[in-house]
């Protein structure tokens, strides 16, 4: 079993910066490929990132490409999403997952998830 909880979003302007964490415990972190997804009211949840268990690896949803960054502490068991530029279309509720299958953007690869956390972007 594995136990992610994201840190507090928050709201910002658009144009702004926010980085989102995620701490991870219980089954071993470095072993899972880690991503990112967000849910808009009234949409699906969609993909935003992510990186592979050693870092080496990271993959993004067109959307965010060149304005999100993810990235991982294997020794804090922790995974991050810097969020630069924000949009007001990047407003959403944003969850962290661990799959323990594969670097994948598809949800349905993911085992466990966050209880989410909201970002909301001000135009």
């Known amino acids: 079993q594995v136990s992610l909880v994201e840190s507090e979003g928050g709201l910002v302007q658009a144009g702004g910066s926010l980085r989102l964490s995620c701490a991870a415990s219980?089954?071993?972190?470095?072993?899972?490929?880690m991503g990112w997804f967000r849910q808009a009211p009234g949409k699906e949840r969609e993909f935003v990132a992510t990186?592979?268990?050693?870092?080496?690896?990271?993959g993004y949803a067109d959307s965010v490409k060149g304005r999100f960054t993810i990235s991982r502490d294997n020794a804090k068991n922790t995974v991050y999403l810097q969020m630069n530029s924000l949009k007001p279309e990047d407003t959403a509720v944003y969850y962290c997952a661990a799959s323990y299958n594969d670097y994948a953007r598809v949800s349905l690869k993911y085992d466990y998830w966050g209880q989410g956390t909201q970002v909301t972007v001000s135009s």
């Open positions: 219980g089954r071993a972190f470095s072993s899972a490929a």
């Open positions: 990186i592979s268990w050693n870092g080496g690896n990271t």
